[in-house]
């Protein structure tokens, strides 16, 4: 289903990137960005993502990202 070069989004809605596949190996795939002038990446399993749209790429952010405009972050530290 997956090829490395794919573009990619994460399933969780905290994520609104586009990612790539850079390996698959035993199911598991090590998905990157460029943060700056470096690569981030994670390992995730198939079921962790979905393909990314074209209008996503395009875009270079997934479309569905909620974001919340009054959200100030956690405060339980308070």
Do not use: Q
Not at 11 to 35: A, C, N
């Amino acid at each position: 289903m997956f090829k490395v070069g794919d573009k990619v989004v994460r399933l969780d809605l905290y994520s609104p990137h586009i990612y790539s596949i850079m390996r698959i190996e035993d199911g598991v795939l090590t998905i990157g960005r460029k943060v700056r002038h470096r690569t981030w990446g994670t390992w995730l399993e198939c079921k962790d993502i979905r393909l990314a749209e074209p209008e996503e790429i395009k875009a270079e952010h997934r479309i569905d990202h909620i974001v919340e405009v009054n959200d100030m972050g956690d405060d339980a530290h308070i």
